[in-house]
């Protein structure tokens, strides 16, 4: 069974700043994706990631993928409030056809401080 | 291109009942997954299904079930609610593909049960 670790879970920062969320997971896979979560919101796509090397950019956050090393990271450069959201990776598992299935993590909860 | 739609958006019930949940995913898209997301569990898979097929099930009990009609409109039905029920409900559709198969979610439905 695919599973899929964040860290940290929890993340204070302070605006300027930059940090990096991580996102393992158990299983081989060249398919991850990051959605952001505003407060009482639904999830909204940020980054398809699908090859080893991967790289995407948006503003002030940047995602990549290590397939090799079952590792993305979610790298924040100089953190502003309105960045404050929960952020989630997710790890497609495909096995041909129309067989698929995604797995969440925990989500990371980051507050950009002023 | 309109996106995933959801009603109703909010519901109160109270323990006891049954409620019914709809979710129209985006047009051509024909896999449609569930999702509960409570502060204390985070986000739960429920289900997923494709060609009103129930592919994939979560770890939840029987009083949760759901439906997919042949054009791709999904329900998802909670009997005899209890207090625990109360959550955001989300729902994302896919188009499946061999290449990548990204959800996109619903606003959600935010159930409370009293």
């Known amino acids: 069974e695919l599973k899929v670790e964040q860290n940290p879970l929890f993340l204070s920062m302070q605006e300027g700043k930059n940090y990096t969320i991580y996102c393992n997971y158990s299983t081989t896979s060249d398919r991850l994706y990051w959605y952001r979560q505003d407060p009482g919101k639904s999830l909204e796509s940020l980054f398809v990631?699908?090859?080893?090397?991967a790289v995407k950019q948006e503003g002030r956050l940047m995602a990549s993928l290590d397939t090799k090393a079952r590792l993305s990271t979610l790298h924040i450069t100089a953190a502003v409030h309105d960045l404050s959201a929960t952020y989630f990776c997710a790890v497609e598992q495909y096995s041909g056809g129309s067989n698929y299935k995604l797995t969440f993590g925990k989500g990371t909860l980051l507050t950009v401080n002023p | 291109k309109a996106g995933v739609t959801q009603t109703p958006r909010y519901l109160i019930k109270t323990r006891g009942q049954q409620v019914t949940l709809s979710c129209s995913p985006i047009?051509?898209?024909?896999?449609v997954s569930w999702y509960q997301q409570t502060p204390g569990q985070g986000l739960q898979f429920l289900f997923e299904?494709?060609?009103?097929?129930?592919?994939n099930k979560g770890n939840f009990p029987g009083r949760f079930s759901g439906r997919q009609f042949s054009n791709s409109r999904s329900e998802m039905n909670v009997s005899t609610l209890e207090l625990g029920d109360s959550a955001l409900y989300l729902c994302?559709?896919?188009?499946?593909?061999?290449?990548?198969?990204?959800?996109?979610f619903g606003p959600g439905t935010r159930l409370t049960v009293l």
């Open positions: 994302a559709s896919s188009k499946i593909r061999a290449s990548y198969n990204e959800q996109f």
């Open positions: 299904y494709f060609s009103e097929t129930q592919r």
């Open positions: 047009s051509g898209h024909r896999s």
């Open positions: 990631l699908l090859s080893n090397g």
